[in-house]
């Protein structure tokens, strides 16, 4: 029978109550036995929700493109003649290779849904939260769907970087393992290369301090993997530089202001990431950075963070970027309640706020990611399936077939080959080429030239039908809208209008 604890000597003892005594949570004394099936409900459920929302979810243009990279490259040309143009390593490409050759669209989702939750796993398994944490932390907004449900490469840093935590403490003894971890996290993206740079920074200085304590081959070997590492991960930039006929890969931020401009956008991240409210927002960072400095892993979160912030603020940046302060912020608690765990008791304050700040932060997004899977269920994500699905039903691509923009690739995934005549003569690859050599056939006068049977017009902007009077030969035969949310608020348009052409068409055609 539960048995109510009621706070006595203020906020101290409550927080032990309710946040570090085993066996307890909330402010209530349970038994064994309920605690147990909660540690088999977590998972489950989040498992069965995930699968749940990965059903309801349409794959967007991007996840799409990385796909159809998968698909129709080899790892060769992958890395050598594509991913230049796409500006990101090669991980998550290679990950999806077999299985974009082999099984239905729809793995893409499941993959990413599978990453989620290993990382859930070894929140559960191996993390120094409490129960009450490791119960709500895999459902919040990042780690639930923006990189979980939304299938990008960024599925793959939480559990890369869980697992950089969970053997943090035996780095220089097993620095393989550790360069080995970085590494892969290095090729998720370019925000897993700045981070994976700034922990393999971090541990060479580490490495220094700790260099009259250890044995002469624990020292080679801690050298020589840390320069493997080194070598290793400027042949992935050497791979990347950008060709100069590149084009549109990067939305370069307005970034005026000088330095301002990093403060600005940096508080502007870290509030999108963590809280949506300032105000908010500095208290648990204050408590944070009292904690981490407490436990001397201060730079494990701050360089991370710096780097992921000038990287937004100067070169790139999109929203759901933004998930990558909130999960570097995850692991750096992470180490830090990992060490020094015999001060406990002498610390127990900074530990005590920071588990209490860690909560405050799951509380405020688990509502976000009630609200993204409202959305999802309620509209498209994209447009690209309910298109696909009229496509085929009415065999409308064995005509010919156009289509314009960067977006229509959302469509290809549903077929086994290209289906758009404009586009590489109705020929693979399928995938959008991020170059100034880029054939597809778009221009509005090139379509009223042709007049071929069909034409898919994807569309970012509302009143999609504004752009009819640039096409007097046609009338729209279908709207198929989708609707890109970050959290609860539409960012970003995802529709398609599927045009027939009113008259005869003109012989010469792309495919021809």
């Not at 099984?103 to 129960?131: D, W």
């Not at 620095?175 to 892969?184: E, R, S, T, V, Y």
């Not at 070598?231 to 791979?239: D, I, P, R, Y």
Request: aromatic share 12%.
């Amino acid at each position: 029978m539960s048995e109510v604890v009621v706070p006595g000597d203020g906020l101290r003892k409550w927080l032990s109550a309710t946040l570090i005594h085993n066996g307890r949570l909330g402010a209530l004394r349970v038994s064994p036995l309920p605690l147990k099936y909660l540690w088999l409900l977590a998972p489950v459920a989040y498992v069965a929700l995930l699968g749940v929302a990965i059903a309801h979810h349409e794959p967007w243009a991007d996840e799409a493109q990385a796909w159809l990279l998968a698909r129709d490259s080899n790892p060769v040309t992958l890395l050598k003649d594509y991913l230049p143009y796409e500006g990101t390593p090669g991980l998550w490409h290679l990950l999806l290779m077999v299985p974009a050759k082999l099984l239905p669209y729809k793995t893409l989702n499941v993959i990413s849904g599978a990453l989620a939750a290993l990382a859930t796993y070894l929140v559960l398994r191996y993390s120094p939260f409490p129960l009450i944490l490791k119960v709500i932390l895999p459902f919040t907004y990042f780690l639930f769907f923006q990189y979980g449900v939304v299938a990008r490469s960024y599925a793959l840093l939480a559990p890369l970087l869980f697992l950089v935590a969970i053997k943090y403490q035996e780095r220089l003894q097993k620095p393989w393992l550790h360069a080995g971890l970085l590494f892969l996290l290095g090729n998720v993206s370019a925000h897993g290369y700045l981070i994976s740079g700034a922990l393999m920074l971090l541990n060479g200085l580490h490495l220094v301090n700790e260099w009259p304590e250890l044995n002469p081959p624990l020292r080679k070997k801690n050298v020589t993997a840390i320069a493997t590492y080194g070598v290793m991960m400027a042949l992935v930039a050497l791979t990347l530089r950008p060709p100069p006929n590149r084009t549109g890969a990067i939305n370069w931020p307005e970034a005026s202001g000088g330095p301002l401009a990093f403060w600005r956008e940096g508080g502007n991240m870290l509030t999108d990431s963590m809280t949506n409210s300032l105000l908010i927002l500095l208290p648990v960072l204050a408590i944070s950075l009292w904690f981490l400095w407490r436990r001397k892993v201060l730079a494990l979160y701050l360089l991370p963070t710096f780097w992921i912030i000038v990287f937004s603020t100067y070169i790139y940046q999109a929203v759901w970027h933004r998930g990558t302060l909130f999960i570097i912020w995850i692991f750096a608690i992470w180490v830090g309640l990992q060490q020094y765990q015999e001060k406990d008791k002498q610390d127990s304050s900074s530990r005590l706020l920071v588990l209490a700040a860690l909560v405050l932060v799951c509380v405020v997004q688990i509502p976000w990611t009630v609200g993204s899977l409202r959305s999802d269920f309620s509209h498209a994500y994209s447009g690209s399936k309910a298109a696909a699905r009229y496509i085929k039903a009415h065999s409308l691509d064995k005509g010919v077939l156009w289509a314009t923009g960067f977006s229509s690739v959302a469509i290809l995934p549903y077929f086994e080959e290209n289906i758009f005549d404009n586009y590489h003569k109705g020929l693979k690859p399928s995938f959008w080429l991020w170059s100034d050599s880029n054939d597809m056939v778009q221009d509005s006068k090139a379509v009223e030239g042709v007049r071929p049977d069909h034409v898919v017009l994807s569309i970012k902007v509302p009143n999609a039908e504004q752009f009819m009077v640039l096409y007097p030969s046609y009338r729209v035969r279908e709207k198929f809208p989708g609707s890109l949310f970050w959290k609860e608020v539409e960012v970003e348009t995802e529709e398609f209008l599927l045009l027939q052409r009113r008259g005869p068409r003109v012989p010469s055609t792309a495919r021809e």
